[in-house]
Structure formats: C-alpha cells, structure tokens
C-alpha cells in the first residue's frame, strides 16, 4: 500500500469546499438540505453508449416508478411527474438539476437498482 496517496486523498479531502462550487449543482443541494455533502465527480459525464443502457423504468421500495431516458450522454428522470436532468456526482451517484434529489443505482450502466433521496421543502 502507498502511503503517499492515501496521506493526498486525505488532505485533499480535508480542503473546504467552497472553493469547488458548482453552479451546476442545484441550490438545494450546494445549501446542504441533504444528508450527505455533493462533491462533484472528476468523471462528470457518462458516455452516449452508459447513457442509453442506463434507461429503464426502476420501482422504488415506496411503491413509486421512476423512468429514466436519455438523449446523447444526458440521463433524465421522470419523477413525481417532473422531468429532470440529472447530473452525475459521483460514479454511480446523481442529483436532479432542478429539486436536489439524490440518484443512486447500484452500477453504471445496465443499473438494476436505484434508490431516490429526495431533499426536505
């Protein structure tokens, strides 16, 4: 094991993040209505080819159905009977761009399962 990346990771971990602000992280999120902090994702992308084996129709463990489409290396999410964009943050981690809702699917592509975390209004 190399100590001297895991001592970067560290400290790069321990630099405030403001100075990594996103704009393109919704309000809701870069305000910490979440649980969890969003970092955005060195591979903030998906490929046209994960992008379109990401799309599918996933039931929720609140009995919801959630679709996911895409158009190029866009991933969209009709939830709630909205529309959204989601924005990857993290390998297999998205937020909504409009309402700060949490995406995660258990891999990236040809996802399973996904859970949703919505942000408190």
């Not at 560290?10 to 919704?26: K, M, R, Y």
């Not at 895409?70 to 709630?80: A, E, P, Q, R, T």
């Not at 981690?93 to 996802?111: E, L, S």
Request: proline share 4%.
């Amino acid at each position: 094991m190399r100590i001297a990346p895991v001592l970067a990771f560290i400290g790069a971990a321990t630099v405030s993040l403001s100075a990594f602000a996103d704009s393109s992280i919704p309000p809701a999120v870069a305000a910490g209505s979440l649980a969890s902090v969003q970092v955005k994702a060195a591979h903030s992308y998906l490929s046209k080819g994960d992008a379109e084996h990401m799309r599918g129709t996933f039931e929720l463990t609140d009995g919801r159905t959630i679709t996911v489409t895409n158009k190029m290396n866009k991933l969209f999410v009709d939830l709630d009977g909205k529309r959204e964009e989601l924005v990857p943050v993290g390998a297999t981690q998205f937020v909504t761009r409009d309402t700060g809702a949490r995406v995660a699917f258990d891999r990236v592509p040809y996802a399973a399962e996904v859970v949703v975390n919505q942000a408190a209004h």
